[in-house]
């Protein structure tokens, strides 16, 4: 089965510092692999995905993120936070498995807090 | 176009009541995921609908957990005789169900909490 580590629960950057969000998959097979974020009290936004085509991806928001197969990471990044950018951001892997369809398997999530 | 809607947006129920909520997917979409956001489990896979294909209940946590998805739209998921525990955010996507790695559209959610 596929799965996803989300290594840090809580991110803390100042305003106009990098971002860097980190995600480790398990994967038997080429995976695809997607970024999501939850605004407080909202729903889930698709940022990015990867699914074996470039392996740097450029999503929304100036965010980006870089499938490494041998390190198995998807970890994202964005060059300069913003304020607006405080939210939930799960990394997500899709598991086909056996069952043909499409079941995502989400990360525990990261917090980002960004501060003035 | 409109995205995926759910109703209600908040529901509060008495422990052992039924509750039923309500996902319209986007128009077009033949694949309906249900999902369930808790504090103690995050977020995890329900159920799984795609065209006129029997549903995948691999992800429900019990028997008093069942859904149906009429006309291949509209799906309701239904919780009998509910449970503290069962309090959480229900989450409904939908996506084109053509290929793998396909983006996913999901809905605002249902927050349930039952007393």
């Known amino acids: 089965a596929q799965s996803v580590t989300q290594l840090d629960s809580h991110v803390s950057v100042s305003e106009g510092t990098p971002v860097l969000l980190r995600c480790n998959y398990s994967?038997?097979?080429?995976?695809?692999l997607f970024w999501y974020v939850q605004h407080p009290n909202k729903g889930l936004q698709l940022l990015l995905k990867y699914t074996s085509a470039a392996t740097l991806v450029k999503g929304i928001n100036g965010f980006e993120a870089e499938f490494k197969k041998s390190e198995t990471s998807f970890h994202l990044t964005k060059p300069s936070a913003h304020m607006s950018d405080a939210a939930e951001y799960f990394c997500?892997?899709?598991?086909?498995?056996?069952?043909?369809?499409?079941?995502?398997?989400f990360g525990t999530g990261t917090r980002l807090l960004v501060s003035p | 176009g409109a995205g995926v809607s759910q109703s209600p947006s908040n529901k509060v129920t008495e422990k052992g009541k039924d509750v039923e909520l309500r996902c319209d997917p986007i128009?077009?979409?033949?694949?309906l995921y249900w999902y369930r956001q808790s504090l103690g489990q995050g977020l995890e896979f329900l159920i799984y609908?795609?065209?006129?294909?029997?549903?995948?209940k691999s992800g429900l946590p019990s028997d008093r957990f069942s859904a149906e998805r009429t006309g291949g739209s509209v799906s309701t998921l239904t919780i009998q005789r509910t449970q503290q525990e069962d309090s959480a955010v229900y989450l409904c996507?939908?996506?084109?169900?053509?290929?793998?790695?396909?983006?996913?559209?999901f809905g605002p959610g249902t927050r349930l909490l039952v007393l």
């Open positions: 128009s077009g979409h033949t694949a």
């Open positions: 996507a939908s996506s084109l169900g053509r290929v793998d790695g396909e983006t996913q559209y």
């Open positions: 994967s038997s097979y080429s995976p695809s």
């Open positions: 609908f795609q065209g006129n294909s029997a549903p995948d």
């Open positions: 997500v892997v899709s598991d086909s498995g056996n069952t043909g369809f499409q079941k995502l398997v």
